[in-house]
């Protein structure tokens, strides 16, 4: 995991703006908690959205793995991005490119605007 914050952190000293979307339980922090460990103090932080799942589906989850650069190219996986999601399960992933990565990032888009997902500290 701390190759791949390495890699989020230098595209963003490269000008990159980077938005993650997190899972968060009700009391837990961690996977914030561990980006935020591995983040380089000196460099700008990614707005970090997450999503609250309706209190009545207590085991829903925020389950989606995708990365979406520029518009143009994405990475849509079954993949968590955990040491056994990289290295060691059987998992698959389909990277897209054109007017299907722009879809993908319309779909967040909008998530974000009605405020589905939401900033982080406000969620």
């Known amino acids: 995991m701390e190759r791949v914050v390495e890699l989020l952190v230098e595209s963003v000293r490269r000008h990159a703006a980077l938005s993650i979307v997190l899972h968060s339980d009700e009391d837990e922090t961690t996977n914030l908690d561990n980006?935020?460990?591995?983040?380089?103090?000196?460099?700008?932080?990614p707005k970090i959205y997450t999503w609250r799942p309706p209190a009545d589906h207590p085991f829903t989850k925020l389950h989606a793995k995708c990365l979406v650069v520029d518009r143009l190219d994405a990475l849509v996986t079954s993949a968590n991005f955990t040491l056994h999601g990289l290295e060691s399960n059987l998992e698959l992933g389909l990277r897209v490119r054109g007017p299907q990565a722009a879809a993908i990032a319309e779909r967040f888009d909008h998530l974000i605007a009605s405020e589905v997902l939401r900033p982080w500290a406000e969620a």
């Open 35 to 45: 980006l935020l460990k591995l983040w380089d103090v000196f460099v700008k932080k």
